[in-house]
């Protein structure tokens, strides 16, 4: 008659069913399971109900407590001696050894079948089921003789008052436990207490289970069932689990008796609690099935039903953090966790529980790990913390238990943070949240999650100097900051068409230049830059849309705005008539372009660098020199008008006079780089300019170095390039505006050689009247679209000046600079331009405004005729310098290879180093956290036991191209760029 209980070792639970929840038995019977012997038998389903049948009915014998295995052990049976009434028998085995001594002495001529020895202490479960065996053949023998059922000793024994088992009890059966804390192969048992409204347990009804071996984090027991009469008035049922081998309590639960339903039959995996006493990692629950025949029947849900608004706020908060995590993977390359978790929901009166296992991360170096990193784990107001790990990849393997009330399920979001400790303080690296009440209940989910940084996590802190100030970190080489193209701000110096301008800013604050009307201008601009702001906030901000209609005054504004910004464009250099525009060369004319609360927010340039500079200890004209210049012009014009270059060389011969001989770091930026390459040439020509380079340059710094030129600025020049401002540029004023630039070649891509693995391939694609696209060159495509100035610029300035151009193919500026340090850091796997597709039109080129046929592989093709190089890229320099094909793509604005053109001279160079960071942004570098520490790592001096300590960085990993060549970022990122075609 044993009915054995469905096992739970999978990831499921096994089908809780109302049919499964107690084992049933034949038909109008119950199987009652043997307390701690692993067998059931079968109980009438009345109680002391009369029956129709004469025949003695065997007893079914039941093994009803653990408590004490000697004794005291209780047996329950039922009989019906004569065929009549059944009677429901509990017994201690003592009383029933005391009924065999009593028959044994009154018919000592009857032969009584053997009757159990007494035991002590532990047993296993064949000894107690063998004990539980010879009573039920002892028991169905003396009843079934006609002569023995005549004595008054064992009518008194059936009949007697103390041996009815009352109508109406709680039982209880310990199905099975699941506990991720214990060793596998452990043996466990389970404690049932009654307790008292004192909370005292009351001895008579303490139970113990079997031993059950654990199975993977489970264990089961075969049926076992636990009676507790009420008519001692019990308050609470408590459970407690052992582990035996070493012996260890794990934990324990109470469940009021008042909150049991009447007449059902219910399971529930209760979660376990540790207890004042005993402290230990309490991680698993058991599962009760429980029958209450206490009271008036009950009809009780069995799991939490959700109000429609409580699944509203489910889907809100779901929602809420897809979109966080959408707006956080712009600013950067994920980093992933490891997690195991398991819920089990609440029932309608019992509390729930959630399983969370945090076993490791990865890829954390792109989020430039150099101290201690670690997650809290945040669940209804209760955080949890893990150890922290000096690692860009650390373990953990740490448990965490966490309860779900059933009123709490709604609100139940568990986030997870890590973070990281270094000398800029706490930073997040990126959180994963999960909304429990959309997780599939009682099933394991065991996955890795990606995680991203926000955005501000991505910039400079801003208390990053102070710390480090505050660490001990100093000031060690004098540093000279040079801008890229529009990072300085330009003056008004004379002005015949609008003379109350003279004196404020052309670019880029068009606030103070006194138009009243232009001033909606201005709130667009203010606009865009607080929905950028907003982009790149955690917290969404939802402002007003505002349609800008541009009014005749506006029109007339903005044209004299244009201007006073462009150049003659007959030769690109000097001024158009009635009007000096001339750059602002303190240090204020390269932070910010329109200082502001508002403005500042978008037009910052060098400011947030600059400022942690300073914190840190760098003053200006003392160990720190700023070079804004004008940047619309070319670089022989900026010394013949400006002296630029001899200024500049006069500032280094200050700053390394002032530091006692300590050499300078030229750090540029952008266009900064090629006007940085500009100047080192222009002092190697001159006589004995080698000897002054050695003696007062110590390395170049280059940021975001447009080494090989940038294709972006090919189209502005062919097709104009509105700078983000359209509030600002008409598309015919950004053509002609670019176009009066003498500086605008500076940018144009040259080793077109270099760019390509087909070398078949160009910058530029010219549609036939086929229908096919015609490769042209960068001249070509300038001659086609009647950029014919900028052509003659090209030549003129730089291809015929000895200290940028030369032949094509070995042009000077393709050589190394006269540097023995380099330092290139710029950003990658952003999706760049490169390509482009043109119709002619009205003598010009015109982008094709459809999707171009042709494909490149690992290319993601616009409707707007742009082919943007993407993270599946193929890059000819990795195949040159490795041997062996890689892909990567540029920061958004200058291509890979352009960017990292820099390695081919790692044989001219001695100290070459390049740190490729993923996923940053052209502009956005400037302010970013892993650059600043990179920079710092290079021209600060850090306190004496940091030196101590010094070892290879760990923010960077071996890249591509050698172990001089670092990439912050997995080299395997796995992660598809909609529209990229793979290779």
Same mark, same amino acid.
């Given at each position: 008659?044993?009915?054995?209980v469905?096992?739970?070792h999978s990831?499921?639970?096994?089908d809780?069913t109302?049919?499964n929840r107690?084992n049933?038995?034949?038909?109008?019977?119950?199987?009652?399971?043997?307390?701690?012997?692993?067998a059931?038998?079968?109980?009438?389903?009345?109680q002391l109900?009369?029956?129709?049948?004469?025949a003695v009915?065997?007893p079914?014998v039941?093994?009803?407590?653990a408590?004490k295995?000697?004794d005291?052990?209780v047996?329950?049976?039922?009989a019906?001696?004569?065929g009549?009434?059944?009677?429901?028998?509990v017994?201690?085995?003592a009383?029933l050894r005391q009924?065999?001594?009593?028959?044994k002495n009154?018919?000592p001529?009857v032969?009584?079948?053997?009757?159990p020895?007494?035991t002590?202490g532990r047993v296993?479960?064949?000894v107690?089921?063998q004990?539980?065996?010879?009573?039920q053949?002892?028991?169905?023998?003396v009843l079934?003789?006609e002569q023995?059922?005549?004595?008054p000793?064992?009518t008194t024994?059936?009949t007697?008052?103390?041996g009815?088992?009352?109508?109406k009890?709680?039982?209880v059966q310990?199905v099975?436990?699941?506990q991720y804390c214990?060793?596998?192969?452990?043996?466990?048992?389970c404690?049932?207490?009654a307790?008292t409204?004192?909370?005292q347990v009351m001895?008579q009804y303490a139970?113990?289970t079997?031993?059950a071996e654990?199975q993977?984090?489970?264990?089961?027991?075969t049926?076992e069932n636990?009676?507790?009469?009420?008519?001692d008035?019990?308050e609470?049922l408590?459970?407690?689990?052992?582990?035996?081998?070493?012996?260890r309590?794990v934990g324990a639960?109470?469940v009021e008796?008042n909150?049991?339903p009447s007449?059902q039959?219910?399971?529930?995996?209760?979660p376990l609690?540790p207890?004042t006493q005993?402290r230990?990692?309490?991680c698993?629950?058991?599962?009760l099935?429980l029958h209450?025949e206490?009271?008036?029947?009950?009809v009780?849900?069995a799991?939490v039903?959700l109000t429609?608004?409580?699944?509203?706020l489910v889907?809100?908060?779901?929602?809420a953090?897809?979109?966080r995590v959408q707006q956080?993977?712009?600013?950067g390359a994920?980093a992933?966790?490891h997690?195991?978790?398991?819920?089990?929901p609440p029932?309608?009166?019992?509390?729930?529980?959630?399983?969370l296992?945090v076993?490791n991360?990865?890829?954390l170096?792109?989020?430039?790990?150099t101290?201690?990193?670690?997650?809290?784990?945040?669940?209804?107001?209760?955080?949890?913390r893990t150890?922290?790990?000096?690692?860009?990849?650390?373990v953990w393997?740490e448990p965490f238990?966490?309860y779900v009330q059933?009123n709490?399920v709604?609100?139940?979001?568990?986030?997870l943070?890590?973070?990281t400790?270094?000398?800029?303080?706490v930073?997040?690296?990126?959180?994963?949240g999960?909304?429990?009440?959309s997780l599939q209940?009682n099933?394991?989910?065991d996955? /890795?999650?990606? $995680?991203?940084?926000?955005? *501000? =996590?991505s910039?400079?802190p801003?208390? !990053? @100097?102070r710390?480090?100030r505050? %660490?001990?970190w100093?000031p060690?080489?004098p540093?000279?900051?040079?801008p890229?193209?529009a990072?300085t701000?330009?003056?008004?110096?004379?002005?015949?068409?609008?003379?109350?301008?003279e004196?404020?800013?052309a /670019?880029l604050? $068009?606030?103070?230049l006194g *138009? =009243?009307?232009?001033k909606?201008?201005q !709130? @667009?601009?203010?606009?865009a830059? %607080?929905t950028?702001?907003?982009k790149?906030?955690?917290?969404?901000?939802t402002?007003?849309?505002e349609?800008f209609?541009e009014?005749?005054?506006?029109?007339?504004?903005?044209?004299?705005?244009?201007?006073h910004?462009?150049l003659?464009p007959?030769?690109g250099c *000097?001024?158009?008539?009635g009007?000096?525009?001339? @750059?602002?060369?303190?240090?204020?004319?390269?932070?910010?372009?329109?200082?502001?609360?508002?403005?500042s927010?978008?037009?910052?340039?060098l400011?947030?660098?600059i400022?942690?500079?300073?914190?840190?200890g760098?003053v200006?004209?003392?160990n720190?020199?700023v070079c804004?210049?004008?940047w619309r012009?070319?670089?022989h014009y900026l010394?013949?008008?400006?002296?630029f270059?001899?200024l500049l060389?006069q500032k280094?011969?200050?700053l390394?006079?002032?530091n006692?001989?300590?050499k300078?770091?030229?750090?540029g930026?952008?266009?900064g780089?090629r006007t940085i390459?500009?100047f080192?040439?222009f002092v190697?020509?001159?006589?004995g300019?080698?000897?002054w380079l050695?003696?007062?340059?110590?390395?170049?710094v280059?940021?975001g170095?447009?080494?090989l030129?940038?294709?972006?600025?090919?189209?502005?020049?062919v097709?104009g390039d509105r700078?983000?401002?359209?509030?600002?540029?008409?598309?015919q004023?950004?053509i002609?505006f670019?176009?009066?630039?003498?500086?605008?070649?500076h940018l144009?891509?040259?080793g077109q050689?270099?760019?390509?693995?087909?070398?078949g391939?160009?910058?530029?694609?010219v549609?036939q009247v086929?229908?096919d696209?015609?490769p042209v060159?960068?001249?070509?495509?300038?001659?086609?679209?009647g950029?014919m100035k900028?052509?003659?610029?090209?030549?003129?300035?730089?291809l015929?000046?000895?200290?940028?151009?030369?032949?094509?193919g070995?042009?000077?500026?393709?050589?190394?600079?006269?540097?023995k340090?380099?330092l290139a850091?710029?950003?990658?796997?952003l999706?760049?331009?490169k390509?482009?597709f043109f119709?002619e039109?009205n003598n010009?080129?015109?982008l094709?405004s459809a999707?171009p046929s042709?494909t490149?592989?690992?290319?993601?093709?616009s409707k707007?005729?742009?082919?943007f190089?993407?993270e599946?890229?193929?890059?000819p320099n990795?195949?040159?310098?490795?041997?062996?094909?890689?892909t990567?793509?540029?920061?958004?604005?200058v291509?890979y290879?352009s960017?990292?053109?820099?390695a081919?001279?790692?044989?001219?160079i001695?100290d070459l180093?390049i740190?490729e960071?993923?996923?940053?942004e052209?502009?956005?570098?400037?302010?970013?956290?892993?650059?600043?520490q990179?920079?710092?790592?290079?021209?600060?001096?850090?306190p004496?036991?940091?030196?101590?300590q010094?070892e290879?960085?760990?923010t960077?990993?071996?890249?591509?191209?050698g172990?001089?060549?670092?990439?912050i970022c997995?080299?395997?990122?796995e992660?598809d760029l909609?529209?990229?075609?793979?290779p």
């Open positions: 008659h044993c009915h054995p469905v096992g739970a990831d499921t639970d096994p809780l109302t049919e107690f049933s038995g034949p038909q109008g019977q119950v199987a009652h399971c043997a307390m701690g012997c692993g059931s038998s079968t109980l009438p389903a009345g109900a009369a029956t129709a049948t004469k009915e065997p079914r039941t093994y009803s407590s408590a295995l000697g005291d052990a047996y329950e049976f039922v019906r001696p004569d009549g009434a059944a009677c429901h028998v017994k201690r085995f009383e009924l065999h001594l009593q028959l009154v018919s001529k032969a009584l079948p053997a009757f020895h007494r002590w296993s479960k064949d107690v089921e004990r539980r065996r010879m009573l053949i002892y028991l169905d023998t079934q003789n023995l059922r005549q004595l000793a064992l024994f059936l007697a008052p103390d009815l088992v009352p109508a009890r709680l039982t310990v099975a436990c699941q214990i060793g596998e192969h452990s043996r466990v048992t404690r049932l207490s307790l409204h004192e909370q001895r139970y113990r079997s031993l654990v993977g984090s489970y264990c089961n027991w049926g636990f009676i507790f009469p009420v008519e008035n019990p609470a408590e459970v407690s689990l052992w582990r035996i081998t070493p012996p309590y639960f109470r008796l909150n049991i007449g039959q219910l399971q529930h995996w209760f609690h207890s005993f230990s990692c309490v698993g629950s058991v599962l099935a209450n206490i009271g008036e029947n009950s009780v849900p799991s039903i429609e608004e409580d699944i509203q889907e809100h908060r779901k929602a953090h897809e979109e956080q993977s712009r600013f994920p992933s966790i997690l195991e978790y398991f819920y089990r029932s309608a009166l019992w509390e729930g529980s959630f399983y296992k076993s991360a990865k890829n170096e792109a989020r430039g790990i101290d201690a990193v670690y997650c809290e784990i945040t669940m209804l107001g209760v955080t949890y150890t922290s790990h000096h690692s860009d990849a650390p393997n238990f966490l059933p709490e709604a609100q139940a979001t568990l986030r943070t890590v973070r400790k270094d000398r800029f303080g930073h997040c690296l990126g959180e994963v999960l909304v429990l009440a209940p099933v394991r989910h996955m /890795w999650h990606d $995680i991203y940084a926000e955005a *501000s =996590e910039q400079i801003k208390r !990053a @100097a710390l480090l505050d %660490a001990g100093q060690n080489l540093i000279v900051l040079v890229g193209f990072s701000a330009l003056k008004i110096v004379h002005s015949e068409p609008n003379p109350a301008w004196g404020e800013l /670019w604050s $068009i606030s103070r *138009s =009243e009307n232009f909606r201008i !709130a @667009a601009v203010g606009s830059a %607080a950028l702001r907003s790149l906030s955690s917290k969404k901000t402002m007003p849309e349609k209609t009014t005749l005054e506006d029109s007339r504004f903005r044209v004299s705005l244009m201007q910004l462009m003659n007959n030769d *000097s001024d158009p008539q009007i000096q525009v001339r @750059a602002i060369t303190e240090k204020i004319g390269a932070m910010y372009l329109d200082p502001g609360n508002v403005m927010m978008v037009s910052w340039v400011g947030p660098l400022e942690n500079l300073e914190e840190l760098y200006e004209g003392i720190m020199e804004p210049y004008d012009l070319p670089p010394e013949q008008r400006d002296l270059f001899s060389k280094v011969e200050r390394v006079a002032v006692n001989g300590k300078v770091c030229l750090v930026h952008s266009m780089n390459q500009y080192l040439r190697e020509a001159q006589p300019g080698s000897e050695e003696s007062h340059v110590e390395s170049f280059a940021v170095p447009p080494f030129g940038a294709p972006k600025a090919l189209r502005s020049l097709s700078l983000g401002i359209d509030a600002l540029i008409g598309k004023e950004a002609d670019g176009r009066s630039l003498g500086s605008a070649p144009l891509p040259i050689e270099y760019y390509f693995h087909d070398k391939c160009s910058f530029v694609y549609e086929s229908g696209y015609k060159s960068v001249q070509e495509a300038l001659s086609l679209s950029a900028p052509l003659e610029f090209l030549h003129k300035y730089y015929d000046s000895p200290l940028f151009g030369g032949p094509e070995h042009e000077v500026v393709l050589d190394a600079p006269p540097v340090r380099l850091i710029y950003g990658v796997n999706p760049t331009e390509m482009y119709k039109s010009t080129l015109a094709r999707k042709m490149f592989p690992g290319y993601k093709m707007k005729g742009i082919a190089e993407t599946l890229t193929p890059q990795i195949l040159q310098q490795t041997g062996v094909e890689g990567r793509s540029g920061d958004g604005t291509p290879e960017l990292n053109y820099c081919r001279w790692k044989d001219k001695p180093k740190q960071l993923n996923k940053v052209h502009r956005d570098i400037l302010k970013n956290k892993l650059f600043w990179l920079l710092i790592d290079h021209i600060a001096s850090a004496p036991e940091a030196v101590s010094a290879e960085p760990t960077a990993v071996s890249g591509p191209l172990s001089a060549i670092n990439l997995p080299d395997n990122v992660q909609v529209g990229a075609e793979k």
